[in-house]
């Protein structure tokens, strides 16, 4: 069994730490993981995203080119990733920041006003993780438990005192696509 | 620590090397290995070991020398044009018989060329390089985990042939993230102080003399003959190669280092669609696996090499193959790295449908 996903948006946005969250909590669950990240002369500002493989047998390729699913934080990867997302694959998208609808109807679109739950729940800052929540309500590729749980690996020191905002913010992202 | 940590390759590649025992890096920056330096500038301290950011790569391999000299374990990484720029120093290393390990994060070239992974450096590395007759083993890792494992050949093998060890990796493996386990950590105060190692008389009846210099004719081509014997013994010992789905295998994919693990998924598409394809990938590219290769003629009715360079590997394929199985070839440059779908597409093209 193999989950993978492709995560893109501008750099700053929590684009690679989301995937290196859920690339962690997969490593604590005992699956094999990759994690690759765009590289080159990038800049604040620009378009970067990060590739994660979860999967129980040792993964060969870590690239991505069709990709189960995609979460886009932005118009310029939605247009790149969206073509890319295999046949009945899912793509997650930030709905406030992006006013375009996908037009293929073989894979599962999710429309997430991500950056308004964000405000809502007090910074915008948290968008990433409500796309995370909602990416792991559709998709499931570990149980939540697990990544809630590889938060305070990522926000230690000052941070620490966000790691129950930002659950709360996954959560919200969950409870979105799990709507009736 | 032996349990698995997530690390980004170059980190754990450099944390690999200090686990094997290096105490001495020299470096200059250059992407896409510059976490490597910078985890080695953090750790060295800490582990009783020197860090020194070198003027040029120039600098950099000649202090390699040097510490070389003193019998330590010692290091330095790069990327294509840094090494490029090593080349003297590594030939002088090899011609002066000290050993010492050459890290190679390959980029696109030629030139400048970008950041982008690649695999054009390959005859530079198993060939040439540097002037005169020399060698080095040339260890080409697929995964962060075997990077770390084989650094702790590398050194030991460096000492024991008195070699330059070379390993090669690319930007991809650099810069990916994956779970790894550091399984041996060499003790260096039990690691012997080499007799040969220029570190003081010490009422010895004689001075170590370390040096490639040899004026005298006869004098220089005994050396490269004692050269010339340890490397024959390095090619008759050392060449390590993986087999994977190769027991019943039809058709052969050789590839090293990142291509061979997408090409791994390429094998994995094609038995699902009945083709008998399998992977050799070797892990030395020199000492070549020959033999291994040759194993396979016989039962294989075609190899399609694949690399991120353009037929550089496929020389070695066609020395061990040519004449007595078909060979096909697919490559890419300049950084861009084909996926599993194109090298099937590339193999289907060459050898039909593998049937």
Not at chain 1, 20 to 43: D, I
Not at chain 2, 207 to 224: G, Q
Request: glycine share 10%.
């Amino acid at each position: 069994m193999e989950h993978n996903v492709v995560i893109a948006g501008f750099g700053g946005q929590g684009i690679m730490l989301i995937g290196e969250l859920l690339a962690r909590a997969g490593m604590e669950q005992g699956k094999e993981v990759t994690w690759l990240p765009s590289y080159g002369p990038e800049q604040r500002g620009g378009t970067a995203h990060c590739a994660v493989v979860i999967a129980d047998e040792p993964i060969a390729s870590p690239l991505l080119p069709e990709p189960q699913a995609a979460i886009v934080f932005n118009r310029q990867s939605l247009d790149k990733f969206e073509p890319a997302v295999e046949k009945g694959g899912l793509l997650v998208v930030d709905a406030t920041l992006i006013d375009h609808k996908s037009e293929r109807s073989d894979i599962t679109c999710v429309y997430i006003p991500a950056t308004d739950i964000a405000l809502q729940l007090g910074n915008s800052k948290f968008t990433n993780m409500v796309l995370l929540g909602a990416y792991l309500g559709k998709a499931n590729p570990i149980p939540l438990e697990s990544v809630l749980a590889a938060l305070p690996v990522f926000l230690t020191g000052k941070k620490a005192t966000l790691v129950e905002v930002n659950r709360r913010a996954i959560q919200a992202g969950l409870d979105f696509v799990s709507k009736p | 620590m032996s349990e698995k940590v997530l690390m980004k390759g170059a980190e754990a590649l450099a944390e690999g090397a200090i686990r094997a025992g290096c105490r001495f890096y020299f470096g200059y920056p250059i992407t896409p290995q510059n976490e490597t330096p910078e985890y080695m500038s953090r750790r060295l301290p800490e582990v009783g070991g020197r860090f020194v950011q070198a003027e040029s790569e120039v600098a950099s391999i000649n202090m390699v020398y040097g510490a070389a000299c003193a019998g330590v374990r010692v290091m330095t990484s790069s990327s294509s044009p840094g090494i490029s720029l090593m080349q003297e120093g590594i030939s002088y290393i090899s011609g002066s018989g000290v050993p010492c390990v050459v890290m190679n994060a390959m980029r696109g070239g030629p030139g400048l060329g970008n950041v982008a992974p690649a695999q054009a450096d390959y005859l530079q590395a198993v060939k040439g390089g540097g002037n005169g007759d020399y060698k080095r083993i040339v260890l080409a890792p697929a995964s962060i985990q075997e990077g770390v494992d084989l650094f702790v050949d590398a050194f030991d093998l460096a000492d024991k042939y008195r070699m330059v060890v070379m390993v090669i990796v690319d930007g991809l493996i650099g810069q990916m993230m994956e779970p790894v386990e550091f399984k041996t950590t060499v003790d260096v105060n039990a690691l012997k102080k080499p007799d040969w190692a220029t570190t003081g008389r010490h009422g010895r009846d004689h001075a170590n003399i370390i040096s490639s210099l040899m004026m005298d004719t006869a004098t220089l081509e005994k050396w490269n003959l004692e050269l010339q014997a340890k490397y024959a013994q390095v090619a008759a010992t050392e060449s390590r190669i993986e087999e994977y789905e190769m027991a019943d295998a039809e058709y052969a994919i050789v590839a090293y280092g990142t291509m061979a693990r997408i090409a791994k998924t390429t094998v994995r598409t094609a038995r699902a669609r009945g083709i008998k394809l399998g992977l050799l990938r070797p892990i030395t590219v020199w000492p070549f696996p020959t033999k291994q290769l040759q194993k396979y003629v016989g039962q294989i009715k075609g190899a399609l090499t694949v690399e991120l360079a353009y037929r550089q590997l496929f020389e070695d394929v066609e020395l061990a193959l040519c004449g007595k199985v078909p060979l096909g070839w697919y490559g890419r440059g300049g950084g861009v790295v084909p996926g599993p779908q194109e090298i099937l597409a590339a193999f289907e093209e060459q050898f039909g449908k593998g049937r």
